[in-house]
């Protein structure tokens, strides 16, 4: 019976020990992992890059010294380009990473490799000068800093080396990358500035390369409103880009859409950047004549007269307006303006503008234009066929002299 209860209390015993061999066990993986957390990090993060989509399009790839000025530069400058990100309201667009300590590149093969295989939109890779370097006894640190982007290119390679001059230019204006000890804190704010604006200039320049338009100029108008805010003169390099912007969503929603109130919105976006600009007062004055804003049409018509005499398109757009206000003898005596300037180089699209317009519009005049536009400029048995339909639908006596100069052309052989 006692050999029996000693068997039962070594069993009690055991029992009672495992929960705190367990523990033991746990807490000595524990402090394993501690230890070593960083290096386990890296190593998850370095199969993550490897084997996973990346969900950011800002990548930093930086060398620089953990606990030295280097490191604490690179810390500060990358709280002051997330912290302007926030500011401008891109923190839903633009997503920025740090993987500087498990991905590195020795050159630009190296990076466009990575680059192209996880679909990194962005990738700002380099690094810091040697922490012990001094100037006149003072420290400094500079970086050297290296942009890869992808965009589309077509076989001869243009569109990259296009890219390039115009990035290398813009490059060339922000060209601030030291720290100098004593004045750390005002170079590190200069060069979070450089880097936010050329990588966002970067991203939205490439976006339009890709046709992702509207994307692309939310970006530009972030940037170039936060230049301005900071009184940088690398704002008038935006400026070109935000007016390309607009003059495609012009055409886009104004004339191809037909959605006038739009096209109207970015002619004043135009005329913001030109005040004078005749691309936008020219549509601006089309958009608004099609909103009947009489009064409006009325006096860009008289400013495009003013500013652009003598000009075939504003002669055009003069004449199209007149129609629109059944001026039918001003709207003809600006078509023979078109025909006696010997400096016109008319267009095809404009002949296709009003065929379009007298598709929605059925107003005999537009079918005047087109026939006498195109005797002269384009197609003269086509001409002869606009006009002749012109006469079946046209009361002579509201379009006399229109309906005169018909006839006449059509009986010239």
């Keep these: 019976m006692e050999g029996n209860n000693d068997t039962i209390n070594i069993s009690r015993i055991i029992e009672a ?12 993986i524990a402090w394993i992992v501690w230890h070593n957390r960083k290096t386990i990090i890296k190593w998850i993060l370095r199969n993550k890059l490897r084997y996973f989509p990346i969900n ?29 990100v926030d500011k401008t309201g891109l923190n839903k667009q633009i997503i920025i990473k740090d993987f500087s300590d498990i991905q590195k590149f020795n050159n630009k093969d190296e990076a466009e490799k990575f680059r192209n295989k996880k679909n990194i939109d962005l990738i700002i890779w380099g690094g810091f000068t040697n922490d012990t370097l001094k100037i006149k006894g003072e420290n400094i640190n500079e970086i050297e ?22 990035i290398a230019s813009r490059l060339a204006k922000k060209n601030y990358w030291k720290i ?34 509207l994307e692309s100029l939310k970006l530009f108008e972030q940037l170039h409103k936060n230049l301005v805010e900071r ?26 859409k037909k959605d006038w109130k739009i096209g109207k919105e970015y002619c004043f976006k135009i005329l913001n950047i030109k005040k004078d600009d005749f691309f936008g007062l020219s549509n601006l004055a ?52 078109i025909i006696s300037s010997d400096r016109t180089n008319l267009t095809q ?34 001409a002869k066929k606009n006009l002749s339909f012109f006469l079946e639908q046209a009361n002579e006596s509201d379009y006399k002299p229109m309906y005169r100069e018909a006839r006449r052309i059509i009986q010239k052989k």
């Design 56 to 84: 950011f399009n800002v990548a930093f790839s930086l060398d620089f010294k953990d606990g030295l000025n280097s490191g604490n530069y690179f810390d500060q400058i990358k709280k002051n380009i997330n912290s302007i």
């Design 286 to 337: 089309a958009f608004e004549s099609r909103l009947g804003n009489n009064s409006e049409v009325e006096n860009l018509v008289n400013k495009l007269l003013s500013l652009y005499p003598g000009n075939h398109i504003t002669e055009v757009d003069v004449a199209y307006v007149r129609i629109l206000q059944k001026n039918y003898n001003n709207a003809f005596k600006h078509y023979r303006n």
């Design 17 to 28: 020990l495992i929960p705190l061999l367990v523990i033991t066990i746990l807490g000595w």
């Design 349 to 382: 699209e404009v002949i296709e503008f009003l065929c379009n317009e007298y598709d929605n519009k059925k107003e005999p005049a537009l079918l005047y234009g087109i026939g006498v536009l195109s005797f002269y400029f384009w197609d003269k048995q086509l």
């Design 180 to 213: 100098i000890e004593s004045n750390s804190l005002e170079d590190v704010k200069i060069i979070s500035n450089n880097i936010f604006d050329i990588s966002i200039y970067i991203l939205a320049l490439t976006l339009k390369i890709y046709g992702r338009i």
């Design 145 to 166: 800093l290296h942009f890869t982007y992808g965009h589309p290119d077509n076989r001869n390679r243009t569109i990259g080396k296009m890219l390039l001059l115009d």
């Design 231 to 256: 009184k940088d003169d690398f704002s008038n390099e935006i400026l070109p880009h935000l007016y390309n912007c607009y003059e495609i969503f012009v055409i886009e929603y104004g004339i191809k």
